[in-house]
Each structure stands twice: as structure tokens, then as C-alpha cells.
């Protein structure tokens, strides 16, 4: 699944090419996404000025000029296709996940602008298209979800008043989009090995270092992970042809049975299941 990372990726891609564009028609080719999308959406999206593209989590939002929104989620393996009318391209997709190019089945939504056009491509159908009328809508469908790791209000105060008493492991908290938003399964392994924290660590005894190193880590993977284009997991590339070249710095992700590469650790990387979830993490410097 694409994570904060890689839909960020994605974002960056849309605004460059789609943003003060206008939708001139909307083509479904299969309705049955994660939630059905209505007969009407076509409708309500056709003639929409796109002011600007963001991103919420793992969540691309499309801001209209009259204030209305439309939310994209990826799903599991949801990818977004760019296609200029008069110009061939090798690499379409947007971000790092299945085909580079525009795949021949699973195109279930096209937005078309004036001489380009988007396409949704989802073989697992999970992710979906949902439209919003106003702000506080938009507000209201976010409002059960915890902050991202880039905001102020992910902080220790946060943290530890969330860990109090919880009998959870802090690598399901990492998971949990109610707790914050944006981390995903790679990720979170890889900020626990910076953390030097064991993922089964129950979340209410860790200590105030613990938790500052969590907030500090959280922070500089995801950044780390942005600048490099995102994870390629498989060897695919973005639009421009690139690969995300993150998972060349993979500490622990993937890594089962190789040796820790911190300074000084003979441990080994072990390989368990949290939350029916691969976790990855060193047995000697994450007791």
C-alpha cells in the first residue's frame, strides 16, 4: 500500500500538471471502487476548476475553486496515471507501485482535461473517489483521524497522555491512523530501529526519551523518504522514469536474517507478525 511517502509523491506529480486546469468530462468505467461511486459524480465534478492539489495522510484531496472537494484514496493498489493527448510517454504512473505505464485492464476512472488526462488504475478495487461540498464536510470526515507526524500537535504532551495505561504495542499504535496519521507499515519499522525500541514494547512503558525519540524519527524517515522519491518495493518508476529510491536505505525493512548495519551491533534482523503485519527489527540494539 502506498504510504504518506508515496502519495506525497503523487501529489507533487497532479499539481504540476493539473492544478487552475478545468475537468471537461468524467468517464467511469466501473462504479463497484471500495464505496460505490454515485451516478451523479460525472456530474459533479464536470466544468470544476482545480485550484490547487493536497494531501492528507494517505489521502490526495482535490480543492476546487467554488470550495467543494473530491477525496482519492489509493487503497492497497490504487495508482494514478498521467496521459498527454499528443505526446507518447514511457512512464505514466505517478507513483512507485505495479506498472510504470498505463496498465490495460483495472482503468475504472478518467478525468479529462484540455489535452490531458488522469486515470485511476486499481486491480484490487479498495481504494475509492468520494465528493465533498464544502470544508467542514472535508473537516468532519478527517476529524476521527490523529495528526500527521509533520504537525505541531504530534508532540511529547500528545504522546504521553495517548500511551497512558494502553495495553498495545507501539508498533500497532504506528499503524493506528487514529493515533497519527500517514505511517504505514514500512515505515514504522524503520523508525522503531532509529528509536532503538522493540516493536512488541507495550506503548505505556515507554519513557518520555522514548517518546521524544519517536516524534524526532517520525519526523526525519518520512522527510528522508519524501526527498527520495518514496519506496519502489518493485522495481517501477514514476512518470519522469525514476524509481523511489528509499528502500536503498532500508535499515530493517525486508532485511530478515541479514546483520544489523548499526556501528558496533552483532545482532540480527528478526522477522515476526504484529496485527497480522510484517515487522522488522534487529534482536540485539531493539531488546
Given amino acids: 500500500m502506498p504510504e504518506l511517502p508515496e502519495v506525497e509523491i503523487v501529489k507533487q506529480s497532479l499539481s504540476k500538471k493539473i492544478e487552475r486546469k478545468k475537468i471537461k468530462k468524467i468517464i467511469i468505467t466501473n462504479r463497484n471502487l471500495r464505496f460505490k461511486i454515485p451516478i451523479k459524480f460525472e456530474e459533479l465534478l464536470k466544468n470544476k476548476i482545480i485550484k490547487k492539489v493536497t494531501r492528507f495522510s494517505k489521502y490526495l484531496i482535490l480543492n476546487f475553486n467554488d470550495e467543494s472537494f473530491c477525496l482519492i484514496h489509493l487503497g492497497m493498489s490504487g495508482t494514478v496515471h498521467l496521459i498527454k493527448k499528443d505526446k507518447?510517454?514511457?512512464?505514466?504512473?505517478?507513483?512507485?507501485?505495479?506498472?510504470p505505464s498505463l496498465p490495460e485492464k483495472h482503468n475504472h476512472v478518467e478525468i479529462h482535461f484540455e489535452g490531458l488526462r488522469v486515470i485511476y488504475n486499481d486491480p484490487r478495487r479498495f481504494g475509492?473517489?468520494?465528493?465533498?461540498?464544502?470544508?467542514k464536510e472535508l473537516e468532519k470526515r478527517f476529524s476521527h483521524l490523529g495528526p500527521e507526524p509533520f504537525f505541531k500537535n504530534f508532540n511529547l504532551e500528545y504522546l504521553i497522555d495517548y500511551f497512558t495505561n494502553k495495553k498495545k504495542d507501539i508498533k500497532s499504535f504506528l499503524l493506528?491512523?487514529?493515533?497519527?496519521?500517514?505511517?504505514?507499515?514500512?515505515?514504522?519499522?524503520?523508525?522503531?530501529?532509529?528509536?532503538k525500541i522493540n516493536p512488541t514494547t507495550y506503548a505505556s512503558k515507554?519513557?518520555?526519551?522514548d517518546c521524544k525519540k519517536i516524534i524526532t524519527y517520525s519526523k526525519s524517515i518520512l522527510k528522508r523518504a519524501i526527498k527520495k522519491g518514496g519506496s519502489s518495493i518493485r522495481d517501477f518508476k514514476n512518470i519522469t522514469g525514476k524509481s523511489g529510491n528509499f528502500q536503498k536505505e532500508f535499515r530493517v525493512y525486508q532485511r530478515e536474517s541479514l546483520s544489523c548495519l548499526r556501528n558496533k551491533c552483532n545482532g540480527k534482523i528478526q522477522k515476526i507478525f504484529i496485527s497480522g503485519r510484517s515487522t522488522f527489527f534487529c534482536n540485539i540494539c531493539q531488546k
Avoid: P, R
Wanted: hydrophobic share 40%; net charge neutral; charged share 20%.
Fill in 88 to 99: 507518447i510517454s514511457k512512464f505514466t504512473n505517478t507513483s512507485f507501485y505495479n506498472s
Fill in 176 to 195: 493506528d491512523q487514529n493515533f497519527v496519521s500517514g505511517i504505514g507499515n514500512i515505515y514504522a519499522s524503520e523508525i522503531l530501529f532509529l528509536c
Fill in 206 to 209: 515507554l519513557t518520555k526519551e
Fill in 128 to 135: 475509492f473517489f468520494k465528493f465533498i461540498d464544502n470544508k
